[in-house]
């Protein structure tokens, strides 16, 4: 099983992104540095990590997403390998249109740091599989730009397809329909603005975020 975190100037969470992976593949990841351009063939799951990737400047994540190795992310993606996107990562994958809508700056504009309640929408996908559906559960954000935005044609396809996996279960950052997370079409990418990899082991205080990984290296075996 074949793991790779992407690294951007400004990515600050992907070491805890690589612990996580490594805790649950038993592997440590490659760090892929962002001018690379190719990713090997056979990489199975690709974290795409919280930060500040060109410091936010112009848009968050806006820059990132046009990285040269981004399109090798979407390549593999589109054969189907399993691509996480927390926070920054969210920002990147809708910027380089591997998910649908925008992050806009939260709603009454602070920088939003503390652990939120949320509920597991779809307790089918790779990525949430280890849940319950409607299950409650908490996870730290950290971010001033995680106010989703789409149009109402997209949100209802979105949540007709499924395709919102976790939802805030309180006030945040002005989300439309309170959505913390979605996947793509084929249910392969997860974009997401809080932090699992800050909630796996019993030193964070919390292990929420656990099942999440385990249920991707599950999804993996399954698929092996
Ligand atoms: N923790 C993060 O990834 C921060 C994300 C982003 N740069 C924001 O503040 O909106």
Known sequence: MKSAVIVFPGSNCDRDLAVAFEAATGAKPAMIWHRDTELPDDIDLIGVPGGFSYGDYLRSGAMAARSPVMQAVAKAADRGAYVLGICNGFQVL????????????NAGGHFVCRDVALTVENAQSAFTSRYEAGEAIRYPVAHHDGNYFADDATLDRLE?????????????????????????????????MPHPERVIEAAHGATDGKRLFEGLVEGLLARA
């Open 94 to 105: 809708t910027e380089s249109g591997l998910l649908p809508g925008a992050l806009l700056r």
């Open 160 to 192: 007709g397809e499924g395709r919102v996996a976790l939802r805030y279960a309180e006030s945040v950052n002005g989300s439309a329909r309170n959505i913390a997370g979605i996947l793509n079409e084929a249910g392969n990418v997860l974009g997401m």
